[in-house]
């Protein structure tokens, strides 16, 4: 497998465009390189909705995998490099096949936030706060009864 796009479960065909993806700070990625966290769905639909409830928008484009295993946030480039959150991976797209279309770049994936509707990336402090309290409610909903 192609690492070098997005990751096993979250990247666009490497026919897709090199456009510029969004980091946080407003600014585009310098040459289209972006970081990619891909998650369980299930946890990662919980920390959308904790994102969601926090101060101001604080999530960027999240794409759901056509197998509907996986979210995948699009966070600052150099996030891969310290990434160590349990049951995520963090993978350096270097720009290789990297786009935020309006369309999903995966046929049969779909955004769940949308690049035009989110903050221009998801800062990575934030989603790995966010991850760990979506961990815990899971567990402790699993746990309950």
């Known amino acids: 497998m ?17 456009a510029s993806a969004p ?5 585009p990625c310098p040459e289209g390189v972006c ?11 919980e920390a959308v ?32 490099a310290a990434w160590d959150v349990p049951g995520s991976t963090c993978t350096e797209t ?3 096949g990297l786009s935020l279309p309006p ?7 779909d955004w769940l936030v949308p690049p035009g509707e989110a903050d221009p990336a998801t800062d990575p402090a934030v989603l790995r706060a966010a991850l760990d309290e979506a961990a815990r409610l899971i567990e402790a909903a699993d746990n309950c009864c």
Not at 54 to 68: E, I, Q, R, S, T
């Open 103 to 109: 369309v999903p770049p995966l046929e049969g994936s």
């Open 49 to 80: 909705d904790i994102l969601r409830r926090g101060a101001g928008d604080a999530v960027g484009p999240v794409l759901h995998d056509d197998g509907g295993d996986t979210l995948c946030f699009l966070v600052p480039p150099g996030t891969a």
């Open 23 to 27: 980091h946080a700070g407003g600014a």
């Open 94 to 96: 270097d720009g290789r």
């Open 2 to 18: 192609d690492t070098s796009r997005i990751d096993d479960h979250c990247r666009p065909p490497s026919t897709a465009a090199h």
């Open 35 to 45: 970081d990619v966290v891909s998650v369980p769905t299930r946890q990662g639909l």
